[in-house]
T-cell receptor
């Protein structure tokens, strides 16, 4: 079965420090992977995606993600965290042999303190 | 600008009442989705539609109904059979029929509560 796991419910980081939000996946075939961010009482905003090619993907607001096929991981990273990065982050995989539905992880709450 | 509009932003349901959540998109997307979000549970798929006049149940369809009479619109009805409707409901759309690599776009949600 296709699945996505975000092993940390919450990640706490000091402003200016690097941040990592973890994601692992299980999918048949080549994965289409996505990261989204959600601010309180808002919808999800697309950050970045991995389709094929370079394992380091750059996205919006200075975020990037590293795809590792052998570890089936797609961790979200940012070199220097901002307080405004505090939000809920979701990893998702496209299950293209299940009608193309997106399967989401449980979400990770990122808290960046000044 | 193109996007997805959900209304209302807040909705209250009385016991035994059906309520309908609106979702409209002007992105010319074929596929539309409804998700339910509860704290600590991520997003769960309620229904989705890949084309007009066709839709499929997601993982938690019981107590909900949808229609897809127009490409732009995908309303969700929360029926009285849904005993725990309090949640944040998100509508999304994408062009996955033609491009699986494209992300889903989301509306800003409707928060439904029981009176």
């Amino acid at each position: 079965a296709q699945s996505v796991a975000q092993p940390e419910d919450q990640v706490n980081v000091a402003e200016g420090n690097p941040l990592t939000v973890k994601c692992t996946y299980s999918v048949s075939g080549n994965p289409y992977l996505f990261w989204y961010v959600q601010y309180p009482n808002r919808g999800l905003q697309f950050l970045l995606k991995y389709i094929t090619g370079d394992n380091l993907v750059k996205g919006s607001y200075g975020f990037e993600a590293e795809f590792n096929k052998s570890q089936t991981s797609f961790h979200l990273k940012k070199p220097s965290a901002l307080v405004s990065d505090s939000a809920l982050y979701f990893c998702a995989v496209r299950a293209y042999n299940q009608g193309g539905k997106l399967i989401f992880g449980q979400g990770t709450e990122l808290s960046v303190k000044p | 600008d193109g996007g997805i509009t959900q209304s209302p932003k807040y909705l209250f349901r009385k016991e035994g009442q059906n309520v309908t959540l609106s979702c409209e998109q002007n992105l010319n997307h074929d596929a539309m989705y409804w998700y339910r979000q509860d704290p600590g549970q991520g997003l769960r798929l309620i229904y989705y539609s890949q084309i007009v006049n066709d839709f499929q149940k997601g993982d938690i369809a019981e107590g909900y109904s949808v229609s897809r009479e127009k490409k732009e619109s995908f309303p969700l009805t929360v029926t009285s059979a849904q005993k725990n409707p309090t949640a944040f409901y998100l509508c999304a759309s994408d062009s996955q029929r033609t491009a699986l690599s494209q992300p889903q776009h989301f509306g800003d949600g409707t928060r439904l509560s029981i009176l």
